[in-house]
Nanobody, 129 residues
Framework: QVQLVESGGGLVQAGGSLRLSCAAS????????MGWFRQAPGKAREFVAA???????????YYADSVKGRFTISRDNAKNTVYLQMNSLKPEDTAVYYC???????????????????WGQGTQVTVSS
């Protein structure tokens, strides 16, 4: 069975950093896009970052404007794992962060949560002011 497990969330002061990990099992996602979404209390789930995987070393990363320049998404295909490095964190970044995997990698619709077939349970990130 396909499973995505997030880790690395926690409490951090504004300006600090966290690295989230998403380990996938049950299948490989070397040719599938992976994404990070987040949902804050009282708000809708929103796109954070995405990465298109390949069997080689070439990949493409995409970011929401709100996190661009602060967050970095990366992957390790050998470990079937995707990461989200979060720097210069702000209180507005406080949310539950979800990892997601696409069944296929189509590219241009990476920001749409509906294109992702598999989801993790989420990890809480809290940024204090």
């Amino acid at each position: 069975q396909v499973q995505l497990v997030e880790s690395g969330g926690g409490l951090v002061q504004a300006g600090g950093s966290l690295r989230l990990s998403c380990a996938a099992s049950g299948r490989t996602f070397s040719r599938s896009g992976m994404g990070w979404f987040r949902q804050a209390p009282g708000k809708a789930r929103e796109f954070v970052a995405a990465i298109n995987w390949s069997s080689g070393s070439v990949y493409y990363a995409y970011y929401a404007d709100s996190v661009k320049g602060r967050f970095t998404i990366s992957r390790d295909n050998a470990k079937n794992t995707v990461y989200l490095q979060m720097n210069s964190l702000k209180p507005e970044d406080t949310a539950v962060y979800y990892c997601a995997a696409r069944a296929t990698s189509s590219g241009s619709d990476y920001y749409r949560d509906r294109v992702y077939a598999y989801w993790g349970q989420g990890t809480q990130v809290t940024v204090s002011s």
